[in-house]
């Protein structure tokens, strides 16, 4: 993840487009009705964006056609829940796509499905559910940033699976495979990015006052 430009057949790159489409267009409008009732959390918003750009074009070679890189959206799913970083991640990979030659236009919809849509419902579900188990709150914000990292890998092994099985063992052998080189680089990131979003999280508290994230984190 990214995987890059041209690397997916026509028909799998139009079917993660196609998959991916319902939740841009729910993240669109949960971002305008955000926008709308709570003007005061664009700026959160944009340091949620940047967080997503900055981590994810961090990129280190991975598999053929691939590489590895945080992905930062568990910050933004933690504040805003996982529709508005649909939008969000969306935005990033076009620019990345377009700027960076980091993906690419025709595997946009697989891209965005794996880090922008999977990664954010994972980091948002394990938060909440961590939080309402009583569990400290920055254990909860780790958990949740270094697992939906570790997921959007997992989507992306199992897109790679799809359209390269294995001749002997299949899509279920050939995801494996790929699982298995990704966690070299993947694991040691994920936990990085699960402290750096605790920090982050951290100075937002700190500098934007407990009320300003309050309904977030409580």
């Known amino acids: 993840m990214h995987i890059m430009e041209g690397f997916l057949p026509r028909e799998w790159a139009l079917a993660w487009f196609v998959i991916t489409v319902p939740f841009f267009v729910l993240g669109l409008r949960r971002l305008r009705q955000m926008m709308r009732d709570h003007t005061e959390k664009k700026l959160l918003l944009a340091l949620a964006g940047a967080f997503v750009f900055l981590l994810s074009a961090l990129k280190l070679p991975s598999v053929t056609g691939s590489c590895s890189h945080p992905t930062g959206v568990g910050l933004g799913a933690i504040l805003f829940g996982p529709l508005p970083m649909v939008v969000l991640g969306v935005i990033v990979l076009l620019f990345q796509a377009l700027l960076l030659a980091h993906g690419g236009l025709t ?22 559910v961590l939080q309402r188990a009583g569990a400290n709150r920055n254990a909860s914000i780790f958990t949740a940033a270094a697992l939906a990292d570790l997921l959007t890998y997992v989507v992306t092994s199992v897109q790679l699976g799809l359209v390269f099985p294995d001749p002997a063992g299949g899509v279920a052998a050939s995801t494996l495979k790929f699982l298995g080189i990704f ?13 750096l979003t605790v920090l982050v999280l951290d100075k937002v508290v700190e500098f934007e006052g ?9």
Request: aromatic fraction near 10%; hydrophobic fraction near 60%.
């Open 107 to 128: 595997t946009l919809g697989a891209n965005a499905f794996s880090m922008a849509v999977a990664g954010p419902f994972v980091a948002y579900v394990v938060w909440r």
């Open 183 to 195: 966690a070299l680089t993947q694991i040691p990131i994920a936990i990085a990015e699960g402290l």
């Open 210 to 218: 407990e009320g300003a994230v309050r309904e977030a984190l409580s």
